[in-house]
């Protein structure tokens, strides 16, 4: 009897076999009694092959040995073996003899771990015995609804685990890496003190090159063991999750490389790729596409996001390069594509193919989210898929994200004249359901560290990276920052070597960073900040028009209209000692942050009166307003 049933084959020629990862791959069966049997079943996909073996330790490598037969119905094209000599711990390739007669020495697609690069075999593990400890956060996971996910606190840290920090006694080695379960005291420890709520992981699933940062995945199903094995990693997320902080991973369905131990020309033929070169592969990035026209394909993608969230509880994945795969001719030229049916330039089964799997994630894992990098105007990113949208739960902000460091990079002088940058996401705001994100991809490839795109002197830009994070933490929507520039990261980011952590014993970096860390515990604390993040109930302008002065003044608004934030941002190095803020009632307002104070290298002599009562003054086009002598580069942050 096959292990590979006829269900489900049936299962998998639909597309919905979405627990596909416990059937495909290698598995450890050990049966108990007399007649027990003890070995492991290997089972592959390679519909298109003339011959399958696999090959491994367990028999020296005999590429002919333990050739697979191919399962009922046959045009399935699934191969299985059961080989009594293999265990856990057992390494393992596919030998595939393609009809062309060709030799495809293949990693298995579905194999849970793998060798430590430049070596790719996968390793026969049994992932099914962690013992998890989450079980509060999982509970209350599950309890939530669409619109506690969407109303949530959200502020993640995004996180490239070989970078972040390394082994201090192993510095000069390739691999200094923490494991994971260093990085489960370390990381988890800083992420929570910090005030982070998630932890974005980059390059988790298998990927043979570091300078990939774990966006050429060749392992979907296996994180990658260049930090420990699969166990490693899931205590990872058990300890993130015992510490309250949630986890989302980057994933990468848009593209594989064509490494040939990997996914490309599975079988000596174009298998989980598009056939037809300009349909199937990105010129500029040396990568091959998924055909997402194939039932087994999608099966295959959703099946690992599936995988990930439900058994790995990992609580929302961030999809890579959507525009890539929503667009057929994502960097490309004339002659290099090929239209839809239609003759246009969307990429209809990829629209199909998101649909599905965001719908399936998020109904059948509440309190899960699914996070679209989508760099173009598409409309209705997060959108439910029954009212023509893709049904994301939040898009990244790429034209706040460019308006925003734009307006940043310039010297105040010009900002006057380019107000409108810092202003011109909230007309959109409503449009999608965001998160405002200042990633990796900012900090790479000579585009400066944030701390060097900062004009002026140092002590200039140490003051506006600190107005740049208020205006961020104070505006509308999620929040993403890259690891390191918490406390004004100088150097770009390297994926070989670590973050500069001596820096904190500079008073400018350490007070960045102390900085960040309280504009972190006030979006944590106060509800206004994230619970209406996706309408303008939640967001109100003071004056979106102060352009002489390049200061931006507005509140941020609870549902129950308790505990109001205002905040008030000079972008220039000139003192306002007269300023004059109008405010929407005549209450007191309490000061809760303040630049200018000693603990942030502030200038203040003496400390600042906690308290502001609003007076019948016009300002600002409101009745009522308070008099605050605003520093150069002041923030002023004040509940109400």
Same mark, same amino acid.
């Given at each position: ?97 393609? =009809? ?45 609804? *669409? ?26 080695? &390739? ?50 063991? =260049? ?30 490389? =064509? ?25 500029? +990035? ?91 105007? +598409? ?52 449009? *999608? ?25 140092? &002590? ?37 070597? *670590? ?15 102390? +900085? ?19 309408? +303008? ?48 009632? =005549? ?30 003054? *016009? ?22």
């Amino acid at each position: 009897m096959s292990y590979f049933t006829e269900m489900d084959s049936y299962l998998f020629g639909q597309g919905t076999h979405y627990d596909i990862y416990r059937k495909l791959g290698a598995h450890y069966v050990c049966e108990k009694g007399k007649d027990g049997k003890e070995g492991v079943c290997f089972n592959v996909w390679a519909p298109n092959a003339a011959r399958v073996y696999v090959i491994g330790d367990f028999n020296g490598w005999n590429e002919y040995s333990h050739e697979m037969y191919r399962v009922e119905p046959t045009t399935m094209g699934v191969y299985e073996l059961f080989v009594p000599e293999a265990r856990l711990g057992t390494l393992y390739k596919y030998l595939i003899i393609g =009809r062309d007669g060709n030799k495809y020495y293949k990693t298995d697609p579905y194999g849970n771990y793998t060798q430590m690069r430049p070596e790719t075999a996968s390793i026969v593990v049994d992932i099914e015995h962690f013992k998890w400890t989450d079980n509060a956060w999982m509970k209350k996971r599950a309890a939530m609804t *669409e619109e506690d996910v969407i109303s949530q606190p959200m502020a993640i840290y995004e996180v490239h685990l070989g970078s972040w920090m390394r082994h201090p006694d192993k510095a000069d080695e &390739v691999d200094a890496y923490y494991s994971y379960r260093d990085l489960a005291d370390k990381l988890v420890k800083y992420v929570k003190d910090m005030g982070y709520t998630h932890v974005e992981l980059m390059g988790v699933s298998e990927y043979p090159f570091d300078g990939s940062w774990g966006y050429q995945v060749t392992g979907y199903y296996a994180p990658t063991s =260049r930090y420990g094995t699969p166990e490693d990693f899931a205590y990872l997320v058990n300890q993130f999750h015992k510490n309250k902080i949630g986890v989302i991973l980057d994933w990468v369905p848009a593209h594989f490389p =064509r490494d040939s131990h990997g996914l490309s020309w599975f079988d000596g033929s174009p298998t989980y790729e598009y056939a037809d070169t300009r349909k199937g592969e990105h010129p500029d +990035w040396g990568t091959k596409i998924f055909d997402y026209s194939k039932t087994e394909v999608k099966n295959f993608l959703i099946g690992s996001a599936l995988m990930w969230i439900e058994h790995y509880h990992i609580d929302g994945l961030r999809v890579d390069a959507v525009a890539s795969m929503l667009y057929l001719d994502y960097g490309k030229n004339d002659g290099q594509w090929v239209a839809n049916q239609y003759g246009g330039n969307e990429n209809l089964e990829a629209i199909e193919f998101f649909k599905h799997l965001n719908t399936l994630v998020t109904r059948r894992n509440p309190g899960t989210c699914m996070i679209a990098e989508e760099s173009t105007a +598409w409309p209705k990113i997060t959108a439910h898929a029954e009212d023509g949208g893709l049904n994301f739960t939040f898009k990244w902000n790429m034209g706040w994200m460019h308006d925003f460091l734009s307006y940043m990079k310039l010297d105040p002088y010009f900002r006057r004249d380019n107000h409108n940058l810092m202003t011109f996401a909230m007309s959109y705001n409503e449009s *999608e359901k965001y998160v405002l994100t200042l990633s990796h991809d900012e900090v790479v490839h000579l585009k400066c560290s944030l701390l060097n795109k900062m004009p002026g002197y140092e &002590v200039d830009k140490f003051k506006n990276l600190m107005c740049a994070y208020a205006y961020m933490m104070g505006h509308s929507g999620k929040k993403l920052l890259f690891m390191g520039q918490e406390f004004a990261q100088a150097q770009e980011w390297s994926e070989a070597r *670590e973050l500069d952590w001596y820096l904190l014993q500079n008073p400018d970096h350490k007070k960045v960073q102390d +900085w960040m860390k309280e504009l972190l515990h006030i979006y944590q604390k106060n509800k206004c900040m994230y619970e209406l993040d996706h309408t +303008w109930a939640g967001f109100e302008w003071i004056n979106a028009d102060d352009r002489d002065r390049s200061i931006f003044s507005f509140v941020r608004k609870s549902k129950d209209g308790k505990n109001n934030l205002l905040f008030v941002i000079n972008m220039t190095p000139m003192a306002r000692d007269d300023y004059r803020v109008g405010v929407p009632k =005549r209450k007191t307002y309490k000061l809760i942050l303040n630049s200018e104070d000693k603990k942030f290298n502030g200038t203040d002599e003496t400390p600042r009166p906690e308290s502001y009562k609003a007076e019948k003054q *016009e300002c600002d086009n409101r009745q009522f307003s308070f008099a605050y002598p605003l520093a150069p580069y002041g923030v002023a942050v004040f509940k109400f």
